[in-house]
């Protein structure tokens, strides 16, 4: 059974999804619930330097409204998950949190990406299990 359960937050529909199994999931085994949100994208990583604070700033601001936005949908299920605002690659910062807080379930959502996307970061539910030391779900 899950002592601690991560999950990995950024704004798209299937991370929700994956949000809302993690919710029930620490609902019914009484597991502390984490939240992930990593500041990073293919654009920052492309930006000229002297571009790359105002693109990091935007995207820090809406990981942390997603972030809010999860925060009120646990709210509503009487949770209170501890949320972790990140900066760098979702993958690198989800594995070091999870080792950080001994997570013992890790829980990402699946979204299909173009291919300029899957060539520059890769499948980030994909390198997830590849690389986490404990029970991994992906939900689609």
């Known amino acids: 059974m899950a002592r601690c359960i991560l999950t990995g937050v ?5 991370a929700e999804k994956a949000f809302r199994f993690a919710l029930d999931l620490a609902r019914w085994s009484g597991a502390e619930l984490h939240l992930c ?6 654009e920052i990583e492309l930006a000229e330097p002297s571009d ?13 409204a997603h972030l ?6 646990a709210g509503t299920a009487n949770l209170t998950p501890t949320p972790h605002l990140l900066e760098g690659h979702p993958v690198e910062e989800l ?3 999870a ?3 001994k997570a013992d379930h890790i829980v990402v959502g699946h979204r299909s990406k173009g291919m ?3 060539l520059l970061m890769g499948s980030v539910a994909k390198r997830v ?3 986490a030391r404990c029970t991994v779900t992906v939900v689609r």
Do not use: K, N, W
Request: overall charge negative; glycine content about 8%; proline content about 0%.
């Open 116 to 118: 300029f996307e899957r």
């Open 37 to 42: 949100a990593a500041v990073y994208s293919a």
């Open 129 to 131: 299990v590849d690389f």
């Open 99 to 101: 080792g950080r807080i």
């Open 10 to 14: 950024d704004g798209s529909a299937q």
């Open 68 to 73: 809010e936005h999860m925060l009120d949908l």
């Open 95 to 97: 594995l070091d949190l």
């Open 52 to 64: 790359r604070e105002a693109l990091t700033d935007g995207v820090r601001r809406r990981m942390q």
